[in-house]
T-cell receptor, first 112, second 117 residues
Framework: GAVVSQHPSWVICKSGTSVKIECRSLDFQATTMFWYRQFPKQSLMLMATSNEGSKATYEQGVEKDKFLINHASLTLSTLTVTSAHPEDSSFYIC????????FGPGTRLTVT | AQKITQTQPGMFVQEKEAVTLDCTYDTSDQSYGLFWYKQPSSGEMIFLIYQGSYDEQNATEGRYSLNFQKARKSANLVISASQLGDSAMYFCAMREGRKAAGNKLTFGGGTRVLVKP
């Protein structure tokens, strides 16, 4: 299957700052990437679908101005959490999809 | 309505025994896919097994098998000969529509499995 990396694997930031998370497809050209958020002891919730060269499609209830997604190439999508607050602390996971879905290792964000 | 329901929040299983994790789904699509993932404490999502809606045979992958009952809309995961390393969260997920890039997955709430020695 495809290999997906995320960077950073964990990050701590102060409230009000912005954090960028990268998702890379290492061996597959991904026209579509997905961003999920997972709060402790909960399931994965899809935040948005990232489409190469076009705007992301956000799920209902996800603020597109707060969670900026850029999918500028077939191997890289970025999620920027702007003006982060403690309630944004979560585990963020990206995935790419060919016929199957391959997940990155996740990024744990803690906002203090 | 929940599209994917996992009714067992947590369960214990004795090492070397089999365990069945329940998953029911709801869709009006004729073409869909069902997945099971394992998530250990590290957080990575590990793909276990896949069942397509048109697959006539139940899927099997090593110690994992999927008990697919289409009429009942259930896709239970059976783990045989449990090992201590099987302790993790297990998620059932569904892709609605045919296999294609862009078709997102919807996840169930998960079941935490703890294997006892």
């Amino acid at each position: 299957g495809a290999v997906v990396s995320q960077h950073p694997s964990w990050v701590i930031c102060k409230s009000g700052t912005s954090v960028k998370i990268e998702c890379r497809s290492l061996d597959f050209q991904a026209t579509t990437m997905f961003w999920y958020r997972q709060f402790p002891k909960q399931s994965l919730m899809l935040m948005a679908t990232s489409n190469e060269g076009s705007k992301a499609t956000y799920e209902q209830g996800v603020e597109k101005d707060k969670f900026l997604i850029n999918h500028a190439s077939l191997t890289l999508s970025t999620l920027t959490v702007t003006s982060a607050h403690p309630e944004d602390s979560s585990f963020y996971i990206c995935s790419i999809q060919d016929y199957e879905q391959y997940f990155g290792p996740g990024t744990r964000l803690t906002v203090t | 309505a929940q599209k994917i329901t996992q009714t067992q929040p947590g369960m214990f299983v004795q090492e070397k025994e089999a365990v069945t994790l329940d998953c029911t789904y709801d869709t009006s699509d004729q073409s869909y896919g069902l997945f099971w993932y394992k998530q250990p404490s590290s957080g990575e999502m590990i793909f276990l097994i896949y069942q397509g809606s048109y697959d006539e045979q139940n899927a099997t992958e090593g110690r994992y098998s999927l008990n697919f009952q289409k009429a009942r809309k259930s896709a239970n995961l059976v783990i045989s000969a449990s090992q201590l390393g099987d302790s993790a969260m297990y998620f059932c997920a569904m892709r609605e529509g045919r296999k294609a890039a862009g078709n997102k997955l919807t996840f169930g709430g998960g079941t935490r499995v703890l294997v006892k020695p």
